[in-house]
């Protein structure tokens, strides 16, 4: 009797066991197969930077920065990427220089750039069988998009030019006022490599439209 009641307590305590081990198995299968197919919401498009840059007709450097971000759109819609290989992008990076006071007066911070993009990026599978993942840095992909890019200053003639010359200090500062700006068509393929490391091979085209 002793050893029927000895059975019946190991089979109850290795039943719970055993189906514990199945279900973790398969989180653990799932898990894994969620860490394939996400895509990071908010990421950097472009390198963000942080530096300090001097102009040959200044005596300091100032504050060279570069901020840049993209974001998937229609991300839920799409399957998380996966339906067409493809996901659509909104990007937009900003560079700006903040200079001190022993440089410019009044310590401004000067926008030098400014560039936001809309498009498509398409992933290549190296294989037929080869599920396509969304750490951008291991995937083969190529971009298309279109894009514009100005520097988001307000100096158009040439007296608006002398005026603004005249009030910041010198015609070479004044140059950084000046507006530029123009869109273009773009291009960009992406190769990587697994040979002594991750490499990577960037191919990137753009036609200027103005």
Same mark, same amino acid.
């Given at each position: 009797?002793?050893?029927?009641?000895?059975?019946?307590?190991?089979?109850?305590?290795?039943?719970?066991?055993?189906?514990?081990?199945?279900?973790?198995?398969?989180?653990? =299968?799932?898990?894994?197969?969620?860490?394939?197919?996400?895509?990071?919401?908010?990421?950097?498009?472009?390198?963000?930077?942080?530096?300090?840059?001097?102009?040959? &007709?200044?005596?300091?450097?100032?504050?060279?920065?570069?901020?840049?971000?993209?974001?998937?759109?229609?991300?839920?819609?799409?399957?998380? !990427?996966? =339906?067409?290989?493809?996901?659509?992008?909104?990007?937009?990076?900003?560079?700006?220089?903040?200079?001190?006071?022993?440089?410019?007066?009044?310590?401004?911070?000067?926008?030098?750039?400014?560039?936001?993009?809309?498009?498509?990026?398409?992933?290549?599978?190296?294989?037929?069988?080869?599920?396509?993942?969304?750490?951008?840095?291991?995937?083969?992909?190529?971009?298309? !998009? &279109?894009?514009?890019?100005?520097?988001?200053?307000?100096?158009?003639?040439?007296?608006?030019?002398?005026?603004?010359?005249?009030?910041?200090? !010198?015609?070479?500062?004044?140059?950084?006022?000046?507006?530029?700006?123009?869109? &273009?068509?773009?291009? =960009?393929?992406?190769?990587?490599?697994?040979?002594? !490391?991750?490499?990577?091979?960037?191919?990137?085209?753009? &036609?200027?439209?103005?």
């Amino acid at each position: 009797m002793r050893a029927i009641s000895f059975a019946v307590l190991l089979a109850a305590l290795g039943f719970p066991l055993v189906s514990h081990g199945e279900e973790t198995a398969q989180q653990s =299968k799932s898990i894994q197969q969620e860490e394939v197919s996400p895509v990071a919401l908010l990421s950097s498009d472009e390198p963000n930077r942080l530096g300090c840059t001097r102009d040959s &007709y200044e005596h300091a450097c100032f504050m060279d920065f570069t901020v840049s971000m993209r974001y998937p759109l229609f991300y839920e819609a799409l399957r998380e !990427g996966h =339906k067409f290989d493809m996901l659509p992008f909104f990007s937009f990076t900003g560079r700006m220089g903040q200079y001190s006071e022993t440089v410019r007066h009044s310590s401004p911070v000067m926008t030098k750039q400014f560039n936001s993009k809309l498009y498509f990026r398409f992933y290549t599978a190296k294989s037929a069988d080869e599920k396509l993942g969304t750490a951008d840095r291991k995937q083969d992909y190529y971009d298309v !998009g &279109y894009a514009h890019e100005s520097n988001g200053q307000y100096v158009d003639s040439v007296a608006v030019f002398n005026s603004t010359a005249a009030s910041v200090g !010198g015609p070479e500062i004044a140059q950084d006022y000046i507006s530029r700006g123009w869109d &273009y068509l773009n291009y =960009k393929r992406h190769l990587h490599f697994e040979a002594e !490391g991750t490499n990577s091979m960037d191919i990137d085209l753009r &036609y200027f439209l103005s």
